[in-house]
Structures are given as C-alpha cells and as structure tokens.
C-alpha cells in the first residue's frame, strides 16, 4: 500500500518564476492538505481539497493556487516566487467527508529553494 | 488566533532516560491532537493520535495524553534510544479540519 507520495524531492528557482508541486494521496484518501515548513518552524496550514474544490485555506496570498484532480492527486502552484517561499512543502492525505476528524499521513516533502 | 508552545526547544539525553516532552495551546479548544516525529529534511511520521473521545493514546514506549481542559499534551517517551533522535512536532485540530503545528523539540539521545 503506497503511502503520500510528492513530486519533485528538491526544486531550485529563481525570484519571480512559477512552480507546480504535485502529490498523490494515500490509496482510499479523498482529501489532501499542503503545508509549508520554512527551516526550524512547524509547518503552516496552505489550503485543503476535497471533491475537487478548494475546502479552505490558510493565510496565504493568492500567488498560492491548487488544483484537485477526479483520482484525488493534487498540485500545488506559486506563482512570482519571493525568496521567503523557500521551504520544505509538505501534502497530506485524510478520508475526508464526515462529520469527525480522520488521521493526516504526510509525504517526504518537496524542497523548494528560491534564488 | 491559535498558537503552540513546545518545550523544550532541544533536549540531549544519555540513551536510556525517559523523557517528557510538552505542547500547550493558547486555546484549549482542541478536539483532537497528532504527535509526529521528523528526521532532518523529511516529512512527518505520525507516532499517536488523540480523537475528541480520548485523553490518551499509548504505543510500544510512546505514550501522549491531552488535557482538554488547560490544552495541554505531553509526550512521554520511555528507556530512550539513538534512534529516537528526531525532532517531535505536536498539532491540533479544533473542529476545523486543519493541523495547528508547533515549532518542535529537537531530541538528541547519544549512546
């Protein structure tokens, strides 16, 4: 059973450029959540997807845009890159529509480095 | 807004000790509350889950417990080992469906 898996492992770009992460979540999982980790804090809530729709999101400026696909993967976009989005980029994966909280499985991660 | 507080920061301990490890929100409202850990680089290993019905969550020398009513969790790790050394996250969700994360206790367990 695959667990969360993203793509790529490590991306280095420069200021003002876009960038496409991607995840597929863990096998029977509908919804998936994007957090951003810059280096030595806890992760932030990005914004989450199910059925295909944006459920809700964090304190993130609209440069930060995300898709759900009908297999329930998930990209996330950032558009005009700032140095300060450096970070480790992390999806998580959870059976999502009911009423109580199902248990989130994270992926490695996506490094990405701004220059 | 909701905030966490993990103390400590960093812990660096002979193998063999138990350890405690402590996580407080500004809002005690936390219905249910996840420990991970993270290897340098990463991401997240889930090690307990609290739900709404629960107060405590054991697994093999892991045990958490969550007091709803200060919104507190502790993490209590016992006979520790090199291998623990990680650094543990603790996150709560307050009926919103996102994780609210911690900074961390970085753990270090020499031989």
């Known amino acids: 059973d695959a667990g969360v898996t993203q793509s790529p492992t490590h991306l280095i770009k420069t200021r003002g450029q876009q960038v496409t992460l991607r995840c597929s979540p863990k096998s029977g999982h509908d919804t998936v959540s994007w957090y951003q980790q810059a280096l030595g804090q806890g992760p932030q809530f990005i914004f989450q997807?199910?059925?295909?729709?944006?459920?809700q999101r964090g304190n993130f400026p609209d440069r930060f845009s995300g898709h759900q696909f009908p297999n329930y993967s998930s990209e996330l976009n950032v558009n005009a890159l700032l140095l300060g989005d450096s970070a480790l980029y992390l999806c998580?994966?959870?059976?999502?529509?009911?009423?109580?909280?199902?248990?989130?499985?994270f992926g490695p991660g996506t490094r990405l480095t701004v220059l | 807004k909701q905030e966490v507080t993990q103390i400590p920061a960093a812990l660096s301990v002979p193998e063999g000790e138990n350890l405690v490890l402590n996580c407080s929100f500004t809002d005690s409202a936390i219905y249910n509350l996840q420990w991970f850990r993270q290897d340098p680089g990463k991401g997240l290993t889930s090690l307990l889950l609290?739900?709404?019905?629960?107060r405590e969550q054991t697994s093999g020398r892991l045990n958490a417990s969550l007091d709803k009513s200060s919104g507190r969790s502790t993490l209590y790790i016992a006979a520790s080992q090199p291998g623990d050394s990680a650094t543990y996250l603790c996150a709560g969700e307050g009926g919103t469906d996102k994780l609210i994360f911690g900074t961390g206790t970085r753990l270090q367990v020499f031989p």
């Open positions: 609290i739900q709404s019905s629960q």
């Open positions: 997807y199910y059925e295909e729709e944006e459920r």
């Open positions: 998580a994966s959870s059976l999502g529509g009911t009423f109580t909280y199902n248990e989130q499985f």
